[in-house]
């Protein structure tokens, strides 16, 4: 995931910076509003000084807000600040965080609105295409008749492309901790995926075995969107 900073203070930057590519984001960084109204398209959530050069953040957010409502917006803003914090509020972003913050807060609540704006409208891969909040795929322009289980099976792996789930993991994100299943539940419904997507097992586009562990979604060239 892409993690657009936007602050004029380079210091603050590179601290964020740092933690940020700890946690495993990539980072794209912006000093002026310029700059960030530039870059914003790229990121998967955007951390936003209000108080920016050349374009100010109120404008930022308010565009941002119109091309990509979607988008997740963290505010930084100075401490006393608090007509600043409502009016970005207003426009729109999702949280804020007041200046001096622990770095560590801020990737905390960065990782706390991307699970809440989990459920884009629209994730695509190659010729797939789900949409997850009307619980609707497509492999080209026709829809896959899926189940409700292999509908949840296939958003689990999509979501995480590259990222290797375990049998029981499956087990316990789509049929819930409670279920007294085995693993060949989770192979049945695989092979079920696997039929209604055209997928070859041996050479999959989309669903990979890990012999030993268990499933990924395969990276590709094609990104999701």
């Given at each position: 995931m892409k993690?657009?900073?936007v602050d004029d203070d380079p210091a603050i930057l590179e601290v964020l910076e740092g933690y940020l590519k700890g946690a495993g984001f990539q980072v794209l960084k912006a000093e002026d509003g310029a700059?960030?109204?530039?870059l914003f398209p790229?990121?998967?959530l955007v951390v936003l000084d209000l108080m920016l050069p050349k374009v100010d953040g109120f404008q930022v957010a308010q565009a941002i807000r119109q091309a990509r409502p979607e988008l997740p917006l963290l505010l930084l803003t100075a401490r006393g600040e608090e007509e600043d914090r409502v009016r970005g509020l207003e426009l729109g972003a999702d949280d804020y965080v007041v200046k001096p913050f622990s770095p560590r807060e801020v990737v905390a609540r960065v990782k706390a609105l991307l699970r809440r704006a989990g459920l884009k409208e629209e994730l695509r891969y190659g010729p797939l295409r789900l949409l997850p909040k009307k619980r609707e795929a497509y492999l080209g322009?026709?829809?896959?008749?899926?189940?409700?289980?292999?509908?949840?099976?296939?958003?689990?792996?999509?979501?995480?492309?590259g990222v290797v789930f375990s049998r029981e993991r499956l087990l316990e994100k789509v049929w819930g901790p409670d279920f007294p299943g085995v693993?060949?539940?989770?192979?049945?419904?695989?092979?079920?995926?696997?039929?209604?997507?055209?997928?070859?097992?041996?050479?999959?586009?989309?669903?990979?075995?890990?012999?030993?562990?268990?499933?990924r979604f395969r990276e590709g060239d094609a990104p999701f969107s």
């Open positions: 993690v657009l900073l700059e960030a109204l530039a790229q990121a998967d322009e026709e829809p896959l008749p899926l189940s409700r289980l292999e509908f949840d099976l296939l958003l689990t792996l999509a979501q995480h492309p693993d060949r539940v989770v192979d049945v419904h695989i092979a079920a995926l696997r039929r209604k997507l055209g997928d070859d097992a041996e050479n999959p586009r989309f669903i990979e075995t890990v012999r030993g562990v268990g499933y």
